[in-house]
């Protein structure tokens, strides 16, 4: 019988050791997605019948999945003769079988034929949701099944980040791997490293070294948020006793599947926009906010609602307004500003940034993701389609519309935005 011999780079070892959850982070060029595709080949030689998946959140095609890959290290392992690689599966050792799926096409019913799986790859793992994670987690449930994981960090509050990094179960081992780690490292992917060092610093540490997004190539706010920091706008923010604070919301919904809901806290003094800080929560209930914004003391803001503040909710049957006006909260609701009103958010923001002044602290999470938000663009015709409603959309609209609402006409604006002595930076 002969041997198969896997060269392994060092970060990789400790995961080859049995654990419920494996996970690899990092920037490009680590062998991530690699290491795992040869440790599945590897298990389902050892372990013959295993049943296992290849899981991304979303699946278009199999050419979106990690079937390519696994079928490369079959064949350059030399195992092909152990292997019947077919259009939509892969046959293994003693009658297994590798399955590729898309998360978002699953409900709590069809998850269920996955039950059977003694291994669960998760790639692109900084795309799967909360949603997704918790469906996946119970249904690989067989004695001894792992679930793995590999991604490169996007967002503190990703959920495979929050699961296996914020909060990391007890026993899971994971592990930082970066381009440094790979002895495999190829000259061509070096210097493609180095351009993206020499001319796009910004977004260099996150695609590179594993560390979170702060800026998206082409992002409105990129530029306008490195000059912020150049002109040292971006420091220690105190509150004004004397002047009142407002909250502007973008609202979202409860449960796993709701989009995020952002507040930015801020004060308007004079010709300055002064950003207090930032809150953002994905499926919480507005109760969480409510002891959010008291907790970290604003509870005396002014809530300033978009347009659908009107709007009923369809548990409650009230709007969003009198719900947080029935939690203590002053409200004030925009109107809607009707076709284009991204648009006129985004600009009136960028001619503002220069009189804007953020709390260093308290406001670095609403910050990157300000860098994130960037042109949805045409995929055949390369033009640009208006800001792309993602993950940072959400930030985005809410502080838009903190500028929309200094930019209105308010009969009282002058009486409570003068400037004061006692500002604290």
């Known amino acids: 019988m002969s041997t198969l011999r896997i060269p392994t780079a060092k970060v990789f070892q400790p995961l080859i050791e049995p654990s419920r959850y494996k996970g690899a982070y990092g920037g490009r060029g680590s062998g991530k997605s690699h290491f795992f595709a040869e440790l599945l080949v590897e298990t389902c030689i050892a372990e013959p019948g295993t049943r296992a998946v290849c899981i991304r959140e979303i699946q278009q095609s199999l050419r ?49 034929s996955l039950e059977g799986c003694g291994r669960a790859w998760i790639e692109e ?45 007890n026993g899971a081992i994971v592990v930082k791997a970066n381009w440094r780690d790979n002895p495999w490292f190829p000259q061509v992917l070096d210097k493609e490293r180095l351009l993206d060092l020499e001319r796009y610093p910004d ?18 706010f990129a530029k306008e948020l490195a000059l912020a920091r150049q002109q040292k ?19 979202g ?29 994905r499926g919480q209930p507005l109760a969480y906010y409510v002891r959010e914004l008291r907790k970290r003391g604003w509870g005396e803001v002014q809530c300033v609602l978009p347009h659908d503040g009107v709007n009923e909710n369809n548990v409650t049957g009230k709007r969003y307004q009198d719900h947080v006006e029935e939690s203590g ?14 648009m006129m958010r985004l600009e ?24 994130f938000y960037h042109e ?33 006409p308010e009969p009282n604006k002058a009486s409570w935005a003068q400037p004061s002595a006692k500002w604290v930076v």
């Open 348 to 371: 009136a923001a960028r001619r503002l940034f220069p009189s804007i002044w953020f709390n260093e602290a308290t406001t670095e999470d609403g910050r990157n993701t300000l860098g």
């Open 376 to 408: 949805k663009e045409h995929e055949k015709l390369g033009v640009g389609l208006g800001p792309e409603h993602d993950w940072s959309s959400h930030c985005a609209d809410a502080f838009g519309l903190m500028c929309v609402s200094y930019e209105q």
């Open 203 to 220: 977004r260099y540490d996150h695609i590179w070294e594993g560390e979170y997004a702060r800026a998206f190539e082409g992002a409105y």
């Open 64 to 112: 979106d999945s990690s079937k390519r890959l696994i079928e490369d290290k079959i064949q350059a392992l030399k195992v092909g003769a152990l292997f019947d690689v077919q259009d939509k599966i892969i046959k293994t050792p003693g009658d297994g079988v590798i399955l590729f799926t898309g998360m978002q096409d699953h409900n709590a019913e069809t998850i269920k």
């Open 233 to 251: 706008r971006i420091t220690n923010v105190s509150a004004d006793p004397v002047l009142p604070v407002k909250a502007f919301f973008d609202l």
């Open 253 to 281: 919904g409860s449960g796993a599947s709701a989009d995020s809901m952002a507040i930015w806290i801020a004060q308007f003094v004079a010709r300055e926009i002064r950003v207090l800080d930032y809150i953002e929560g």
């Open 329 to 342: 909260f002053d409200v004030e609701v925009i109107k809607n500003q009707g076709k284009g009103a991204a």
């Open 125 to 169: 793992a900084q795309s799967l949701s909360a949603r997704s994670l918790a469906l996946l987690r119970p249904t690989i449930r067989k004695d001894g099944s792992e679930i793995w994981a590999s991604w490169n960090a996007t967002r503190k509050d990703d959920a495979i980040d929050e699961f296996l990094r914020a909060n990391k179960p």
